[in-house]
């Protein structure tokens, strides 16, 4: 199926809907208008666009990292509200991020920063919930180093893997990827993306994935241009 043709089927199980969306960056002028975007439930996206295309714009939007100026954003048949508290708090428990830097937290060991979403809303963790953090870890192949803080006892590549637990702990209906492979070489961008479909594969996720690199979209269900979903003016915000 085509995607123009995923697009126009039924919008239940939606993992993300975008409707008639428009934001602006007083400070820049910057504009970007999405008429329409449906994500279904598992579903793998490849959303590609340049520098300064408005991908990273695109995907605060998604996940309430910023608030629209107008339209309908809405995660796992969730409508994002406009107060910030309560955008926190629907990413908190629906979505998974992997930041390009990963972003671990220095001062918290591995185990830690896998478990932290519950810190924000994902859920509790309770003896269960660490012992499936655990396990998770294990399986991503990072077991030895779960109480050592990541800046000093892993790799790039396992610290990928811990930002790949933490954005899938608690089985979030939808996981955002945000320029993840920008900086690896292709073996080990390969090697990533394996374990990344694995690993939302087996959470039973969705998974929206934004680069500048298009050979990387020949892995996903889907590969659409940012330009073919949303229209931008002026500034060079990314």
Do not use: C
């Amino acid at each position: 199926m085509s995607f123009a043709a995923a697009q126009a089927s039924a919008e239940e199980g939606e993992a993300l809907s975008m409707r008639d969306v428009a934001f602006a960056y007083p400070s820049t002028g910057f504009q970007i208008r999405i008429e329409s975007f449906r994500l279904h439930a598992g579903e793998n996206i490849f959303l590609r666009g340049p520098s300064g295309s408005g991908k990273t714009t695109f995907l605060s939007l998604a996940t309430g990292l910023l608030a629209a100026d107008g339209g309908e954003i809405v995660v796992a048949g969730k409508k994002t509200p406009k107060r910030a508290a309560a955008r926190d708090a629907l990413r908190a428990k629906f979505i998974g991020i992997i930041h390009q830097q990963f972003n671990l937290l220095s001062y918290l060991d591995t185990l830690s920063n896998v478990l932290l979403p519950f810190a924000f809303g994902r859920g509790f963790a309770d003896g269960d919930e660490r012992h499936k953090a655990s396990e998770l870890l294990t399986t991503l192949g990072v077991p030895q180093h779960l109480h050592k803080a990541p800046a000093r006892a892993l790799s790039v590549g396992q610290q990928q893997r811990v930002a790949i637990a933490r954005a899938l702990i608690g089985r979030p209906a939808l996981v955002v990827a945000d320029e993840p492979t920008s900086a690896l070489d292709v073996e080990t961008r390969d090697a990533f993306l394996d374990i990344l479909f694995d690993s939302v594969n087996a959470a039973g996720s969705t998974l929206l994935m934004v680069s500048h690199d298009p050979v990387i979209g020949q892995r996903f269900d889907h590969a659409i241009d940012l330009r073919d979903v949303a229209k931008t003016e002026i500034g060079t915000v990314s």
